[in-house]
Antibody, heavy 122, light 107 residues
Framework: EVQLVESGGGLVQPGGSLRLSCAVS????????MDWVRQAPGKGLEWVGR??????????EYAASVKGRFTVSRDASKNSLDLQMNSLRSDDTAVYYC?????????????WGQGTLVTVSS | DIQLTQSPSSLSASVGDRVTITCRAS??????LAWFQQKPGKAPKSLIY???SLQSGVPSKFSGSGSGTDFTLTISSLGPEDFATYFC?????????FGGGTKVEIK
């Protein structure tokens, strides 16, 4: 069974940093792209960033709103996906979801974690 | 960026109704479109990928169609468990983008 479990959310002051983690199980981690998607309270879904699979050298892509502030990384030995968030702003307040990319040349988003809430406030 | 416009933004329907939601892309995305269902306080759940392929375990009352710029999600017979918000999403190009959502409410 595919499982994605996020952790690390919480309250942080504007300008601060936070690191989210996602523990994965039930599939071969290195074979899949992995994404972060967020949802501000009462709002829609916003893609944050992606890290490709091993076959594609674990390269990354980011939304313009977080590029230069957020970093997506993965640790194959721990089956873990991370999101390092720096220079946080109030509009980064959201539930952050870890999402798996499906198999295939152009992966769709298939399995989602339960999400972790990040609140940026003084 | 590719914009996705969903319509309607909300609808009221009864159990047993046939419901259709549309998603229009600002430029062609071939069939790189997915649909998700989200219930309050829960993570989104994947329903459809490649515009018309059902994810494993998703009931056949859900179907998707379209290619290029115009897509639809249809629920053939609405069940009580289907009252939720539905989002479309394109994965043709970066940044990946989502539609604004369609909230399906009980009439």
């Amino acid at each position: 069974e595919v499982q994605l479990v996020e952790s690390g959310g919480g309250l942080v002051q504007p300008g601060g940093s936070l690191r989210l983690s996602c523990a994965v199980s039930g599939f071969t981690f290195s074979d899949h792209y992995m994404d972060w998607v967020r949802q501000a309270p009462g709002k829609g879904l916003e893609w944050v960033g992606r890290i490709r699979n091993k076959a594609n050298s674990y390269t990354t892509e980011y939304a313009a709103s977080v590029k230069g502030r957020f970093t997506v990384s993965r640790d194959a030995s721990k089956n873990s996906l991370d999101l390092q968030m720096n220079s946080l702003r109030s509009d980064d307040t959201a539930v952050y979801y870890c999402v798996r990319g499906s198999s295939g040349l152009v992966p769709a988003l298939d399995y989602w974690g339960q999400g972790t809430l990040v609140t940026v406030s003084s | 960026d590719i914009q996705l416009t969903q319509s309607p933004s909300s609808l009221s329907a009864s159990v047993g109704d046939r419901v259709t939601i549309t998603c229009r892309a600002s430029q062609g995305i071939d069939n790189y479109l997915a649909w998700f269902q989200q219930k309050p306080g829960k993570a989104p759940k994947s329903l459809i990928y490649s515009a018309s392929s059902l994810q494993s375990g998703v009931p056949s009352k859900f179907s998707g169609s379209g290619s290029g710029t115009d897509f639809t999600l249809t629920i053939s017979s609405l069940g009580p468990e289907d009252f939720a918000t539905y989002f479309c999403q394109q994965y043709k190009s970066y940044p990946l983008t989502f539609g604004g959502g369609t909230k399906v409410e009980i009439k």
